[in-house]
């Protein structure tokens, strides 16, 4: 059984002060790990997607790296505005051409002014 | 671009109701559309899969008679909540994707709320 889990469940961060989000998964055949934002009362934003280890990718103050058993995502110097629920995701292949996405439970991010 | 847009966003009914909800991607064919619950503080559980033009594929638990879906265009997807129940309450979020390949982009969700 596919699965994923994110730490911590919730950080706060002070303005400006740099961390790191993990998640860890077990997956049949990975087919892409993907990170996903989250705001209250919204749907997911898509953020990342991530194919093979070693693989790195930025956006902004993001940055989205990759291993053979987690991710990480690294949130340099944040802002206020990057206060949301980061959520990681792994699609593997279900047969009859079915891909499906396992979500972890999210990492509550909050940046203090 | 990749915009899904659903609605509506809330919606309060009596117990007994049937609901319908719409997902549509706006700028983007969508091959394939997926529908989520997703209780508080909670991951995002996949209820079902929908292929243009074919039946939905539901996941282990999930009531097809109580939710039904149809995906009748490359743009479109509606899930049914029928004889909707006070357990029935949740946020019910689509997503849509143009391809295998492609990530999932998601709409911004509709709050359920069964009296």
């Known amino acids: 059984e596919d699965q994923v889990t994110q730490s911590p469940e919730a950080l706060r961060l002070q303005e400006g002060e740099s961390s790191s989000l993990n998640c860890s998964y077990t997956?049949?055949?990975?087919?892409?790990l993907f990170w996903y934002r989250q705001d209250p009362g919204k749907g997911p934003e898509f953020l990342f997607t991530?194919?093979?280890a070693g693989e790195e990718k930025e956006k902004e103050r993001l940055k989205a790296t990759l291993t053979k058993k987690e991710s990480f995502l690294h949130i340099t110097a944040p802002k206020p505005e990057d206060s949301a629920t980061y959520l990681c995701?792994?699609?593997?292949?279900?047969?009859?051409?079915?891909?499906?996405?396992?979500f972890g439970k999210g990492t509550k991010l909050s940046v203090i002014p | 671009g990749a915009v899904v847009s659903q609605h509506p966003s809330w919606v309060i009914c009596k117990s007994g109701t049937s609901v319908k909800i719409e997902c549509r991607s706006l700028?983007?064919?969508?091959?394939?559309m997926f529908w989520y619950r997703q209780f508080p503080k909670q991951s995002l559980m996949l209820m079902a899969t929908?292929?243009?033009?074919?039946?939905?594929?539901?996941e282990q638990g999930v009531e097809k008679d109580k939710f039904l879906i149809n995906h009748a265009s490359l743009t479109l997807s509606t899930l049914t909540v029928t004889s909707a129940h006070p357990e029935d309450s949740s946020f019910y979020i689509c997503?849509?994707?143009?391809?295998?390949?492609?990530?999932?982009?998601f709409g911004d969700g509709t709050r359920l709320s069964i009296l």
């Open positions: 997503s849509a994707q143009s391809g295998g390949n492609q990530p999932q982009h």
């Open positions: 995701a792994v699609r593997a292949f279900y047969g009859a051409g079915s891909y499906q996405l396992t």
């Open positions: 700028d983007f064919q969508a091959t394939t």
């Open positions: 997956v049949s055949g990975l087919r892409g």
């Open positions: 991530l194919y093979s």
């Open positions: 929908s292929n243009e033009g074919s039946k939905a594929t539901y």
